[in-house]
């Protein structure tokens, strides 16, 4: 075949036009993208714009690396300055019922005080039966209007006098979380102060006492709450800040119905596990979920590794009053 | 432990047709007897698991640098495309039986949505979270990863497709109204199926 | 003009592509079980696809060679679904979100590539655009009515405002989507049914009629003869 013939081919003619098609589309395509293309920023303030009713703001990241995003459950994983609002936005995680729950609160503030609370959205949700479809638009409301300073939400959580029954609560109480500790933390970034960690919020705080044995802390425990119900813990913790002793006393742990299998008797042996353990293995815990105690019943896991993280914390507080202490 | 996730989100969780519905052209025209199902089925999950083998570098490593992602459609069917032309030439070549059960199917995979679909999954549009329920939240999917859930996901496919061809193998012997007859009763069928399966979005991970 | 009416008719109802033909079935099911909205969005999606895809490939049938059609008529319908992504994005993000993988996978979707197959290629410009455009409103209606019937059961919604205060979950899922599509299309086809058998027994009786009267006049002749 000559290369004349070729030229006037079939396969030449293929070639020709499947290039001819893909070069036209390809260069049409870059055309339209230069003019349609939607960058990162502006698909952000599109999704912070929802916040705000579809306003146009501007928004400034900031950096959070260096602080403590642990704050009263909840994890703070990133904030935002809203320039032309002077709010902040807040993005805040907390485990759930299936997985993380994340939300977007945006947070009113008057310099450095905080006003109020914008807005809250729900941003994801990792549970795949859907809870959180239960939970309406007023209540998301109720966080803007029942927002008092210094009080806690508790909407998810039962035998709290706000407690509401959605059939959500345990993704309700982990959005509460959310912005709990997004208000908290903002509180403390705005006046540039630290946060102090705090595990005393199912610590009933009137019950429980401590003894001071030589450079070791014996505590005894209760915490509060129905579901699971209130627990009686012996702890000690000693100079290194280390778990010596774990000994659950009462068990509030539910018995499962259906199966009949009771967690509490199920937990009690494994409470040995905790022994040796130091903050940052409960902190570690508390985060995953997964941690040496393996009962099913994850809620009671949480009041026990509260209860070791709340004797561990408490114990610079007892030895050196001075310093610690609000 | 995340191995053991992957396979239950791919297969059960998250299952190509009843979760997701793509590829319902295949699950409602090839599934009429078992063995065709079965054919179709390895079919899709060989391409699935090849396509996003190869097109998971491509986007990572040819179009983000290139700033040309707004291309992805075109490249990755022309990507399918080429790799069901190959491997059916392949398939004829090595092993003629193979092709005779399996091969038939494979100029049918081009245009179907969940081969597309698989490879969309990993394109950086969505995250690893949104896919997998808590294998590794907000960590891009690498390779590895990647290629075994699009494997899964094939198999998910295949399961399902069996399931419905037994049924539609079953429903034959049945007299059903005549406007229901065909694709209705199917779809019906397939109804349950899809109702089964929304028990394992409990799963819990 | 008959022969647009034709086209028409054809591309709604006798040879509608959701019900007729049961085409397209993945954004279909997808769609109706998000509700009226999305899938209304679907449909138009797909009809401007299709228009504009059976308008350029019915144009260029005479210089596109037989043997590399198929690929070409991907490239183009590649090129237009990305075109009606990016403008989405930009302009429409809300629906964007809600139409998510199923407006890339209008690609594989195999009305469109169906229609430049069967139809296109062989057609006029015009016929074709009037092709594009019918089955476009068949896909866009059937996809529209499903959706409605789902949206209110699945969430007492009717595109998207609230009007009774119940929720059947499965019908915002694939179970739900599965068995309002399958019914629509025994209803379907049943209707087509009954009104082609009516106009039968009408055509029928008309030319038994004539029949009649041919024999009788026949007989007319006869008894004459």
Same mark, same amino acid.
């Given at each position: ?130 809870? /959180? ?24 959580? /039962? ?41 005393? /919020? ?33 702890? /000690? ?90 | 432990? #995340? ?11 998250? #299952? ?70 190959? &491997? ?23 245009? #179907? ?19 997998? #329920? ?6 891009? &999917? ?64 | ?109 195999? @009305? ?72 629509? @299309? ?5 209707? @087509? ?33």
């Amino acid at each position: 075949m000559t290369v004349k013939q070729f030229f006037k081919s079939t396969a030449f003619k293929c070639i020709a036009v499947l290039t001819g098609v893909l070069l036209t589309s390809g260069i049409l395509l870059a055309i339209a993208f230069g003019f349609l293309e939607v960058t990162d920023e502006e698909r952000f303030n599109r999704k912070i714009g929802v916040m705000y009713g579809g306003e146009t703001v501007t928004s400034q990241a900031q950096d959070i690396s260096d602080k403590n995003v642990k704050v009263k459950g909840a994890t703070i994983e990133a904030l935002w300055l809203i320039t032309n609002k002077s709010d902040y936005l807040v993005q805040a995680s907390s485990r759930g019922n299936g997985g993380d729950v994340t939300c977007w609160i945006t947070i009113n503030m008057n310099g450095t005080a905080v006003t109020g609370i914008g807005k809250v959205l729900l941003y994801s949700v990792d549970d795949p039966a859907e809870f /959180k479809d239960n939970i309406g638009n007023d209540i998301y409301e109720k966080f803007h209007t029942e927002y008092v300073e210094g009080k806690d939400f508790s909407y998810g959580t /039962k035998g709290t006098e706000d407690y509401i029954n959605t059939g959500a609560s345990y993704t309700l109480s982990a959005v509460c979380n959310n912005v709990n500790g997004a208000v908290e933390f903002v509180k403390a970034y705005a006046s540039g102060g630290e946060i102090v960690k705090d595990f005393s /919020k199912n610590i009933d705080k009137e019950k429980t006492s401590w003894e001071i044995d030589g450079e070791t802390v014996i505590y005894d425990i209760y915490t509060t709450g129905e579901e699971p119900g209130p627990f009686h813990f012996t702890i /000690k913790v000693d100079a290194s800040g280390t778990l010596t002793e774990y000994i659950i006393l009462t068990n509030g742990s539910s018995t499962e119905e259906e199966s009949g299998e009771d967690y509490g008797s199920l937990m009690s042996p494994q409470a040995v596990n905790l022994k040796g353990k130091t903050l940052v293995d409960i902190e570690s815990y508390l985060d995953n979920a997964d941690g040496v105690l393996i009962t099913g019943a994850t809620r009671s896991n949480q009041r026990c590794y509260e209860a070791a993280a709340y004797a561990l914390t408490e114990y610079d507080r007892i030895m050196n009053p001075d310093k610690g202490g609000e | 432990m #995340n191995f053991v996730l992957l396979v239950l989100s791919a297969v059960l969780t998250n #299952n190509f047709i009843t979760v997701k519905t793509y590829g319902i052209c295949p699950f409602l025209g090839v599934s009429k007897n078992t063995k065709s199902a079965v054919g179709m089925g390895v079919a899709v999950t060989i391409v699935m698991a090849l396509a996003t083998l190869v097109t998971y570098p491509i986007y990572k490593f040819i179009m983000t640098p290139l700033n040309i992602t707004f291309l992805w459609i075109i490249f990755f069917i022309f990507v399918i495309a080429a790799l069901v032309q190959m &491997l059916e030439a392949i398939i004829r070549k090595v092993s003629p039986s193979l092709y005779n059960t399996m091969g038939v199917y494979l100029p049918l995979i081009t245009t #179907n949505c969940a081969v597309l679909g698989v490879t969309q999954l990993f394109n950086g549009v969505t995250e690893l979270g949104a896919i997998v #329920n808590g294998v590794t939240e907000g960590v891009w &999917l690498n390779l590895g990863w990647a290629v075994l859930y699009s494997l899964f996901a094939g198999v998910g496919f295949t399961l399902v497709m069996i399931i419905m061809s037994g049924m539609r193998e079953k429903l034959n012997c049945c007299k059903v109204s005549k406007s229901l007859e065909g694709f209705p009763i199917s779809m019906i069928a397939a109804a349950f199926i899809c109702m089964a399966f929304m028990v394992f979005a409990q799963i819990k991970v | 003009m008959n022969k647009y009416k034709k086209i028409t008719l054809d591309g709604i109802i006798f040879s509608n592509p959701t019900f007729m033909l049961v085409l397209g079935t993945c954004p279909t099911l997808a769609m109706i079980s998000k509700g009226a909205i999305s899938a209304a969005g679907m449909g138009l999606c797909v009809l401007v696809v299709l228009t504009l895809s059976n308008i350029i490939i019915s144009a260029l049938r005479k210089v596109i060679p037989n043997q590399v059609r198929i690929p070409c008529y991907i490239v183009i319908i590649a090129t237009l679904v990305t075109l009606v992504q990016m403008v989405l994005e930009k302009f429409l993000p809300d629906l964007y979100d809600s139409l998510g993988t199923f407006l890339a996978l209008i690609v594989v979707n195999c @009305i469109v590539l169906g229609r430049a197959e069967a139809f296109a290629n062989k057609h006029t410009v015009l016929e074709s655009a009037t092709d594009g455009i019918a089955n476009g409103l068949g896909f866009t209606l059937a996809l529209t009515l499903m959706g409605i019937v789902c949206e209110f059961f699945g969430s007492g919604a009717l595109f998207g405002f609230k009007i009774m205060d119940f929720k059947i979950k499965m019908f915002s899922s694939p179970a739900g989507a599965f068995i309002i599509y399958g019914l629509s @299309i025994a209803l379907f086809t049943y209707i @087509i049914d009954v009104t082609q058998r009516a106009r039968r027994v009408k055509v029928n009786r008309f030319t038994r009629k004539n029949l009649l009267n041919e024999r009788n006049s026949a007989d007319g002749t006869e008894v004459k003869a």
